[in-house]
């Protein structure tokens, strides 16, 4: 499908702007810039109830936001979201709508983790702040509401490759029981060589350079690619892994990270809800105030965890 003609204009705009690419500017101004994001957002929608808390983890309290869906069922599944942002730049405000619209949109109770960035706090500490903030939340998930015998585990980008890191972690350490896995465009390999880091290395908004500066600031030492925890897809065993709802942008260098990962689930037997959304570039689960066929991603992922919890 072509460009969606709002992404098109959107893409236009940027490149009239001139911004300033990943690692260009100093970190404190990259981050604050980050926070542009929230203007390509819809108005913030109404749920239930937020509750900001702080979970105690091994060596700091991990603050996280959780929302009630507006409506929700008595004990609805929990939805454990890691937000993206290159493991470096997100924050729980600039990712406060779309965990409103992703509460809404499933029906879950979804909480917003608030890991320790990179580079101050590099790999593995990103994913063992996800990590520890799962296994609180199946334990303790009943006092904030949900239901932890239906735990999801989600994130979108960077954080959609911590969420495939904690799935597997989980399945290998014995649980706690993992219902499904949600990831939105995943980052699930160090390598730059797909057709669609190709295709797409530049003019699309994220860049081929850009990740390579991410995994740059988010690794320690470059042999780290290699673990199954910072790159999903190089596990040697996908088996009896969480069923997972995978969605990519057509548009997006990193669409061949997500649908290389589904099809490796796929082989291994394990049920797969995956979708390429049509004319749309990375970072469209911020675009859907001025994007409107990014409200697909909300659509889409609830209606893959509908299927893959059997409607519950």
């Known amino acids: 499908m072509p460009l969606d003609p709002q992404v098109a204009a959107l893409l236009e ?29 819809a108005a913030p929608p109404a749920v239930d109830r937020v509750q900001d808390l702080r979970i105690p983890a091994s060596d700091a309290d991990i603050p996280v936001r959780a929302y009630t869906p507006l409506g929700a069922a008595a004990a609805p599944p929990i939805l454990v979201f890691s937000h993206g942002g290159g493991w470096f730049r997100g924050t729980l405000d600039i990712f406060d709508t779309p965990c409103r619209q992703l509460a809404n949109a499933t029906g879950c109770l979804v909480v917003s983790v608030d890991y320790r960035l990179a580079p101050e706090h590099k790999f593995p500490l990103p994913l063992n702040d996800c990590w520890e903030v799962t296994q609180w939340i199946a334990a303790h998930g009943a006092d904030l509401g949900g239901d932890p015998s239906r735990l999801i585990v989600a994130g979108d980008s960077s954080g959609g490759n911590l969420a495939a890191a904690v799935a597997r972690r989980t399945r290998d350490a014995g649980g706690p029981p993992i219902a499904a ?49 910072a790159s999903p897809l190089r596990a040697p065993d996908f088996t009896s892994l969480p069923p997972a709802v995978i969605l990519t942008a057509e548009y997006d260098p990193l669409r061949d990270d997500g649908e290389q990962y589904a099809d490796k689930l796929q082989s291994a037997g394990v049920p797969v809800h995956r979708k390429r959304l049509p004319g749309l570039i990375h970072g469209a689960l911020h675009m859907t105030g001025i994007v409107d066929a990014s409200k697909q991603i909300y659509e889409e992922a609830g209606e893959g965890l509908r299927v893959l919890l059997g409607g519950k």
């Open 181 to 229: 896995q949600l990831l939105i465009y995943p980052v699930t390999n160090c390598a730059f060589d797909t057709p669609s880091y190709t295709e797409f290395a530049q003019g699309y908004s994220l860049t081929r350079a850009s990740m390579e500066t991410c995994w740059d600031y988010y690794l320690s030492d470059p042999a780290d690619a290699a673990s199954p925890d």
């Open 13 to 41: 705009k940027m490149r009239a702007a001139g911004a300033a690419p990943i690692g260009a500017l100093p970190m404190e101004e990259t981050r604050a810039a980050a926070r542009g994001l929230i203007a390509w957002q």
